[in-house]
């Protein structure tokens, strides 16, 4: 079992950035952030193994960061230039080498327009 603590979010402007981080209790392969907004499926934003290796949705590229600390087990997702449609909960996710899943409670990112 993994617990996932996430930290960060909450309101802020178009345009404006916002930082996540995840930390988990032990060493994972490969944590991320997915994100639900109202009415929609949960997708994918942007994960990372423990090697480094990043994937990103194609409506984040280029705007968020996701980078990963493996001596604190935390990942951090670094938010810039947010639009309104980025509002959402974000949540923490981890995978074992397993492809078992481990999610956060979530954090929600609000971005006024």
């Known amino acids: 079992q993994v617990q996932l603590v996430e930290s960060g979010g909450g309101l802020v402007q178009a345009g404006g950035s916002l930082r996540l981080s995840c930390t988990a209790s032990?060493?994972?392969?490969?944590m991320g952030w997915y994100r639900q907004a109202p009415g929609k499926q949960r997708e994918l934003v942007a994960t990372i193994t423990s090697g480094g290796i990043p994937n990103y949705a194609d409506s984040v590229k280029g705007r968020f960061t996701i980078s990963r600390d493996n001596a604190k087990n935390t990942v951090y997702l670094q938010m810039n230039s947010l639009k309104p449609e980025d509002t959402a909960v974000y949540y923490c996710n981890a995978r074992d080498i397993f492809a078992t899943m481990f999610w956060g409670q979530g954090t929600q990112v609000t971005v006024s327009s």
């Open positions: 032990r060493s994972i392969f490969r």
